[in-house]
């Protein structure tokens, strides 16, 4: 049984009308495949070797990076990814940055809309 009354497919311009409760509210002709990466995801670095990374970038950066560019001083606790592994980044030095948590959230947040920002586009257009 229906949860709510018919209505017209979500996709612009389509007049076809559906049942309440269709996934994504469109019409089989317009049905949104699923979001996946452009690219393999790099496999994570996990356990003691994380550990060991880690430690390596506190002791060669303390401090959050982009706390310092904004004049802060504020403990770096996060080993960030600068070019997330999901876009293609790799797990070697040269993309990593330390980070507090609160850059860290924030840079996650960003990245967060551009990623749904993407799927849109993907599914729109």
């Keep these: ?5 018919p209505h017209y ?7 076809i009308l559906v049942q309440g409760g ?8 317009h049905t949104l495949a ?3 990466p452009r690219v393999q995801p790099v496999p994570r670095i996990r356990g003691e070797k ?3 990374l880690r ?10 990076v982009l706390c310092e560019q904004h004049g802060r001083i504020t ?10 592994l999901a876009d293609g980044g790799t797990e070697d030095d040269s993309n990593t940055q330390a ?10 947040q960003t990245e967060a809309k551009s990623g749904r920002a993407k799927q849109a586009k993907v599914t729109t257009g």
């Design 1 to 5: 049984m229906p949860h709510s009354p």
């Design 50 to 52: 994380l550990q060991h």
């Design 99 to 108: 980070l507090c948590w609160t850059c860290n959230e924030l840079k996650r």
């Design 34 to 36: 699923p979001w996946r």
């Design 9 to 15: 497919c979500a996709h612009v311009g389509c007049n």
């Design 22 to 29: 269709t996934p994504g509210g469109r019409c089989p002709a």
């Design 55 to 64: 430690a390596q970038l506190f002791m060669r950066t303390p401090l959050c």
């Design 75 to 84: 403990m770096a606790t996060i080993r960030d990814h600068i070019v997330p």
